[in-house]
Each structure stands twice: as C-alpha cells, then as structure tokens.
C-alpha cells in the first residue's frame, strides 16, 4: 500500500510561487510515474504534470513554461515548483503515484492552492 501526503499549498498573490510537496511512503518499489493534478469544485479533474520513472517530464499546455515538475527518489518525495501563478491556477491539488506491478493509481488527499489577485 502507498500513502501520499502534499503539503506546502496556500495562499499567494499572483504573479507569486509555490512549491508543492508530496511524500510517499509505504510499498513504493513498484512505483513508477507520478503526477500532480488539481481539481476546482464542480469540475473534473484536471491532468498537471507527470514525470516518469526515468526523469520525463510532461506537462499540460496551461501550465507549461511556469511549473516544474520534478522528483527525489533518495526523500521519496514529489514537488511541483509553480511560479507565475495566476488565478486560474487556484484548485485543490492532487499527487498520484502509478503502481506499474498493479495498474493501480494512488492519491493523496490534496493541498489547497488560493491566488488572490
């Protein structure tokens, strides 16, 4: 079993920066991709950012350019670096990890992003 646990959401003026963190603990060798990906109230989920195991990174059009997804295998930990926030980036923001052994996708339970203009 895997657990994820984002923090370092919160509130920012845009134009500012965050970074997000994302712990993973448990049963991780079998842990590949991971992701981040947020979600405003009364809308679907929305795809952010991937790297893969390998060091790929991949990012959604609204977002390239300004977040940086990236990954210390050593912490076990996931960060997404998002600068020039703007208010659309406001959303509840998700970590998942892909179990490559099992298919299954793991969440955490997400970390609040608030720009204010």
């Known amino acids: 079993q895997v657990q994820l646990v984002e923090s370092g959401g919160g509130l920012v003026q845009a134009g500012g920066s965050l970074r997000l963190s994302c712990v993973a603990s448990g049963t991780l060798f079998s842990i590949n991709t991971m992701g981040w990906y947020r979600q405003t109230p009364g809308k679907e989920r929305e795809w952010v950012a991937t790297?893969?195991?390998?060091?790929?990174?991949y990012y959604a059009d609204s977002v390239k350019g300004r977040f940086t997804i990236s990954r210390d295998n050593a912490k076990n930990t996931l960060y997404l670096q998002m600068n020039s926030l703007n208010s659309e980036d406001t959303a509840m923001y998700y970590c998942?990890?892909?179990?490559?052994?099992?298919?299954?996708?793991?969440w955490g339970q997400g970390t609040q992003v608030t720009v204010s203009s």
């Open positions: 998942r990890a892909h179990n490559r052994a099992t298919n299954d996708n793991y």
């Open positions: 790297i893969s195991g390998g060091g790929s990174t």
